[in-house]
């Protein structure tokens, strides 16, 4: 069940991620780009990240795309036009990215033993013990041993929305 | 399809999409002509950043039905019925205009219980104008149960005004040389019923708005024009008045008999969408005032004024005298003569200045009858009042206008 | 559970992750290296962005901790924070140029 | 029994109800409606327009579906579908009676809910938040200036109100200390003094009166109701996102609207009102619900028998009134009452709220923009900011 | 010379003092005072009316063909002073073409327009003479007298 679950998702995300990047509108990169990020979110669920899961839910699809969405809206600026002054970059690029994900998945199969099955459920909870991944779990490792880091991406939070207001307020005659 | 046009116009260049100042791109928005808050077939041809309205051009025309050329093949009084066509939501201040212009023409002396008459019935269509408005105008805004209240009262009104001429709408009841039938018996206690009744119920409307912040919000501040664009532009009626300038014909060139009746030019002086409206639910207090003074003080004597050439003879003198059936045969197969002459003639219609300028002359048949609607002038100060506003504006300030397609077109 | 047949495996095992997750990344890089239009571009870091949470989330599973949940729950505050500032930033780009192409917003200067 | 099977038994059970109820919160939508703007509402299809809804489903599936020319065709396609089905989903994980129930004359014990979720109140929050792309890829798709407007109108509302909802939500899950929306509910249990409720918007040390108020405006906001219906503000935008749709398509989007008020509604019940547990203590909490329908039936009676106003009446009410008599005699058998007293109270705080939304429709004129949006970030969000820190202000002396 | 009941009246008189030779002719009947005034002059009269004789509103401007007379028309403007209410009614005879008054009150461009779409009389000056009640491409001008009140498209003998 979980081996195809992952390989459900798996798939999806990866044709909705060479979607986005082949579609020439930037409205339907985005609607894929969306369903990259529910199908991330089923997968977090199967590695027990049950917060991290809801929080890319909430935050991610449905609150930063929505932006997204609202700037292409806004601008509602057509598809993009086609170019072909770039096909020796896309010669010389696409091997180095190929050579890139060769190398990567050649240092993980090497560096990380692959018997180790990833089971949905196996974390161990109790009335003490918080399950794995949970937010209890997850609000109590951010509130104690990464407080600082915490708060200081609320005064990052903070500055972004100024520079955000500054920079799309408009001109005030 | 410019060739078209039998003389040489030169236009205006088509507007190219402008920059603003913030260099945002802008949107040409064509509302209308069906629309739901247009209230019929106006088309405004709006230009938006974002929802901000930086031009505004109303177009107009579609509902134009050629009136004032049918105007001309009619005799006197068949052009009565069609000035109920004109403003349909207040058509006897139409029937009154007209009548007092052919009036004056004919140099005629209307009796007095037919002035007492036409002023009431006049009023009652203010009414039934002001609710009809009141009703639209806060739907538009969003509330829709206000629509209903406020048709509950109009339809006491309508039956009033098909007991006194037969028909609800197009009652045609204000004719030349007097009122077209006496009122029926038994009208006293179905007037004093509505007029018990209703000054509860302005109350209720008044309730439910005014303590309502959303609408408060919504029309406070709304809609604002200056005092010298709208004399300038022509606008007339609640609009004028809202802007705390008192004119309105009934005060200043008094007509059939005003000067008689006690009641208040209501102003106010915010020149917003409320003030409009508060002018509005005043003025359909004064109205009720007015009606109570017509009830109570409702003169005896004829309902048309003694002129055989002009009024059709009654029915039993039509049977039994021969020189009555002379009368009537010719006033209905030709029609009465009226004097060569110009007139202008202006009343305060529920919407404001209305007037008819007829040129006589001397035949059955006017020979130009133009119709000033305040539709048509209120209209041309749409542009200066809704550029600048969001979207959600322009129907709160097109609401307030109170303008009936037909009366602009005509 | 539905009764699975014999030979099919059950679970998968963590560097499958991992590997998703580079394949992931190194689709992100295309889409960053290739395409032309500012919001694509931008889209295809929030890719990027994307996978690297999926490894956090893949370790944090390995090694039974929940701190590579609380990174990636860093990396999206900073997303969040980044998409705020950068599509203010596309919306002046536009407003100044009333273009999305990356090639023609080659001028530091109008 | 399987548990798959028992799953999709109950999914049918409860798509079935769902559905057929989200048909008649429409009637009853109208027919409240009608009776503030004093008109009858619908009443030609069956009795007191029973069958309308009926009629209204056979009308929209039998219409043409037209399509406009312009329009994107793929996405003009999908978000209907998108719309409906986030606004389906949160169906599954909302409890709406005890747990470990035991069906009478079998042995299968089983959960009143479709999934139980340890992260139920956030998968909701989640997928809510999701229900935008329906809207505003309808408004895009459209390829018409007044939808466009409403899509952009609705991302930007959507966003903004999402704030404040979720921080009115944190108070109560400050205060019982957990996601699981069952939880939740087993945490309100019981009564100060045998009288007042220990639901959450009486709860010591911090009623969240406060919050409850919030969350409900921020879910007008979310659903697109009255005042905040300016998405698909009939008056300025014609009808807004869907002004190009027809047929089931519309339909769709009304579906999901519907769908979303019984959603928002429900966690406002389980958030606040203390889900399915009764006003008043047990002994007495127990009854009422055969009182209320035995007495519903008899106003019935009374009026179908003695006062008949209109001509069938005389027919209708009085079956009306034996049907709710017999539900009513229903709940008096003990085994009965405990399994679907719960369930009772359930629907009775759902219904309430949901008339709430329909009565503020009938009431309220729509607010502009501008003003929604100053509304949101001026007013609602420091609101509920401060009512959170006071929260948990109080949370952290009352504790420990 | 004008007739002693008008002169009698201040506004005619003064109209007559600052622009001699400016008004043609006038009357005075049921109550109403109408200038007749030289085209050729009426911006300047309606300008000197309403900035020295306080005329600030204008109520209609509207036209009378006499079809076989000529000048064929008339152009009529009806004025009203908001401190007392007076009204006032200006008159120019004309052959298809007149000064424009919009430059004098904003207020005359619809009703100039109108004028245009009925009559055909053209305005110069006027910022945005086109059709306002008829579609843009219709033929002729129906107001008239020589156009047929069923119109130039159709007509019963066709049938």
């Known amino acids: 069940m979980d081996a195809i679950l992952f390989f459900l998702f798996a ?86 990215l190929v050579i890139l994900l060769g190398l990567v998945g050649y240092f993980i199969q090497t560096q990380i033993p692959a018997n180790e099955m990833v089971k949905f459920g196996s974390w161990e909870s109790g009335p003490g013990k918080p399950a794995f991944g949970s937010p209890q779990n997850v609000g109590m490792s951010l509130f104690t041993s990464y407080l600082l880091p915490f708060e200081i991406t609320s005064v990052l939070i903070l500055i972004a929305i100024l520079g955000a207001i500054v920079l799309a307020r408009k001109e005030i005659d | 399809m410019r060739s078209a046009i039998d003389y040489p116009v030169e236009s205006r260049p088509a507007p190219e999409p402008q920059e603003s100042p913030s260099g945002q791109r802008r949107m040409t928005l064509n509302m209308g002509p069906q629309h739901p808050s247009t209230h019929g077939v106006l088309r405004i041809v709006i230009e938006l950043e974002g929802e901000t309205i930086t031009r505004a051009e109303p177009d107009i025309g579609y509902l134009h039905t050629g009136i004032e050329k049918q105007c001309e093949t009619k005799t006197w009084q068949q052009v009565t019925t069609l000035t109920d066509r004109v403003d349909y939501l207040s058509n006897l201040a139409n029937n009154l205009c007209y009548a007092l212009t052919v009036e004056k023409l004919l140099q005629l002396e209307i009796p007095e219980r037919a002035q007492f008459l036409r002023v009431m019935m006049t009023e009652f269509s203010r009414i039934n104008s002001h609710l009809v408005w009141l009703g639209t105008h806060v739907l538009d805004i969003g509330a829709m149960s206000m629509f209903f209240y406020c048709f509950r009262e109009r339809e006491e009104l309508l039956r009033i005004l098909e007991f006194f001429s037969g028909q609800r709408m197009m009652t045609s009841y204000i004719r030349v040389g007097g009122v077209a039938l006496d009122a029926p018996r038994g009208w006293e206690k179905m007037v004093r019923k509505f007029v018990e009744v209703f000054p509860s119920r302005v109350d209720e409307y008044e309730n439910l708005l005014e303590k309502n912040p959303i609408w408060l919000n919504r029309t406070k501040g709304v809609g604002y024009i200056s005092v010298e664009d709208m004399i300038e532009l022509g606008v007339t009626g609640p609009m004028l008045r809202g802007a705390g300038i008192p004119m309105d014909a009934r005060r200043t060139e008094p007509y059939s008999g005003y000067e008689k009746f006690d009641f208040q030019v209501c102003t106010h002086t915010d020149n917003d969408v409320y003030a409009r409206y508060r002018v509005r639910l005043s003025e359909m207090r004064e109205s009720l005032k007015i009606i109570k003074q017509c009830l109570e003080g409702m003169p005896g004597g004829a309902f048309q004024a003694d002129a055989p050439k002009v009024v059709l003879p009654e029915r039993e003198k039509m049977k039994t005298q021969m020189e009555a059936l002379i009368y009537h045969f010719k006033i209905v197969t030709e029609g009465f003569r009226v004097p060569k002459g110009e007139v202008y003639q202006a009343i305060e219609s529920p919407r404001g200045e209305i007037a008819y300028y007829i040129v006589s002359d001397g035949t059955s048949k006017p020979y130009r009858l133009h119709m000033r609607t305040p539709s048509f002038g209120n209209l041309q100060g749409l542009s200066p009042m809704i550029e600048g506003a969001l979207i959600a504006d322009t129907i709160a300030a097109l609401g307030s206008m109170d303008f009936v397609l037909g009366d602009t077109d005509r | 559970m539905l009764p699975l047949p014999p030979g099919v495996p059950t679970a998968v095992p963590v560097t499958y992750y991992l590997i998703l997750s580079a394949i992931l990344f190194v689709i992100g890089g295309a889409g960053f290296l290739y395409r032309k239009n500012i919001i694509t571009v931008f889209m295809s870091i929030e890719l990027m962005l994307n996978a690297v949470n999926l490894s956090f989330v893949a370790f944090a599973y390995k090694f039974n901790k929940a701190d590579g949940h609380i990174y990636s729950f860093f990396v999206m505050v900073v997303a969040a924070a980044e998409a705020a500032v950068g599509l203010a930033i596309i919306l002046t780009v536009f407003k100044n140029r009333q273009t999305l192409e990356i090639d023609d917003v080659d001028s530091m200067k109008l | 029994m399987d548990f798959m099977i028992l799953s999709l038994i109950k999914l049918g059970l409860v798509l079935f109800i769902f559905m057929t109820a989200l048909a008649y919160i429409q009637w009853i939508e109208r027919k409240v409606i009608a009776h503030v703007q004093l008109r009858v509402g619908p009443k030609r299809v069956g009795p007191h327009g029973l069958l309308q809804p009926l009629a209204d489903v056979i009308k929209l599936i039998t219409k043409e579906g037209m399509v406009p020319s312009h329009v994107n065709h793929v996405f003009y396609y999908l978000a209907p579908f998108v719309a409906v089905f986030f606004a389906l989903i949160p169906i599954s994980f909302i409890p709406f009676g005890q747990a470990n129930v035991k069906i009478p004359f079998t042995d299968i014990t089983t959960n009143m809910e479709l999934t139980d979720l340890n992260i139920g109140l956030l998968l909701i929050l989640g997928l809510s938040g999701m229900g935008v792309y329906g809207i505003a890829l309808a408004g895009w798709a459209s390829n018409n200036k007044y939808s466009l407007i409403g899509g952009l109108r609705s991302s930007a509302q959507m966003i903004s109100y999402e704030l404040p909802m979720a921080l009115a939500l944190v108070s109560p899950l400050l205060m019982l200390n957990t996601v699981s929306l069952r939880e939740l509910v087993n945490g309100q249990e019981g009564f100060y003094f045998n009288v007042i409720p220990r639901w959450t918007i009486f709860l010591m040390p911090a009623p969240q009166i406060l919050s409850f108020i919030i969350f409900m405006i921020a879910a007008f906001a979310e659903t697109n109701r009255v005042p905040f219906d300016l998405p698909e503000a009939e008056n300025e935008l014609v009808a807004g996102f869907h002004v190009e749709y027809a047929s089931m398509k519309f339909a769709a989007f009304f579906m999901a609207e519907y769908a979303n008020m019984v959603t928002v509604c429900s966690v406002a019940t389980l958030l606040f009102l203390g889900g399915w547990h009764p006003i008043v203590v047990p002994a007495i909490g127990d009854w009422i619900p055969a009182l209320v329908h035995i007495g519903g039936g008899a106003i019935c009676l009374y009026h179908g028998l003695v006062q008949p106003a209109r001509k069938w009446d005389n027919i209708t009410l009085p079956v009306f009134g034996v049907a709710f008599i017999g539900a009513g005699l229903l709940f008096c058998i003990p085994i009965v009452q405990q399994l679907l007293a719960p369930v009772f109270w359930f629907t009775a705080k759902l219904l309430i709220l949901l008339f709430v939304f329909i009565w503020v429709r009938a009431t309220l004129p729509r607010f502009r923009y501008d003003q929604l949006m100053r509304f949101a970030w001026l007013f609602m969000f420091p609101l509920a900011l401060v009512n959170l820190l006071i929260t948990g202000l109080l949370v952290a002396a009352t504790t420990n | 010379m004008l007739p002693e009941t008008v002169l009698s009246h201040a506004d005619a008189a003064a109209v007559e003092a600052a622009l001699p030779g400016a008004v043609v002719e006038a009357k005075h009947e049921f109550h109403e005072l109408t200038l007749v005034i030289d085209p050729a002059r009426i911006v300047e009269v309606c300008a000197f009316l309403k900035h020295k004789q306080g005329f600030d509103r204008i109520s209609t401007i509207t036209a009378v063909d006499w079809f076989p007379a000529d000048p064929r028309f008339e152009i009529v403007y009806h004025l009203q002073r908001t401190k007392d209410w007076f009204r006032l009614r200006l008159k120019a005879r004309v052959n298809e073409e007149i000064e424009s008054a919009c430059s004098v009150w904003r207020g005359a461009n619809w009703y100039e327009r109108e004028v245009f779409d009925m009559f055909g009389v053209k305005f110069a000056n006027h910022p945005d003479l086109k059709r306002i009640l008829m579609p843009e491409d219709w033929h002729g001008h129906p107001l008239r007298k020589d156009y047929p009140v069923h119109g130039y498209r159709y007509s019963y003998s066709n049938e």
């Open chain 1, 11 to 96: 798939t999806l995300t990866v044709i909705c991620a060479i979607n986005m990047v082949l579609q020439r509108h930037p409205i339907s990169s985005a609607l894929s780009l969306i369903g990259v990020m529910g199908s991330l979110a089923v997968l977090y669920l199967l590695l027990g990240g049950e917060f991290i899961a809801m929080a890319q839910l909430i935050v991610y699809s449905g609150a930063i795309m929505v932006l997204f969405l609202f700037v292409i809206m806004l601008l509602n600026s057509g598809a993009e036009p086609k170019r072909n002054r770039h096909k020796i970059l896309l010669f010389l690029g696409a091997p180095l």
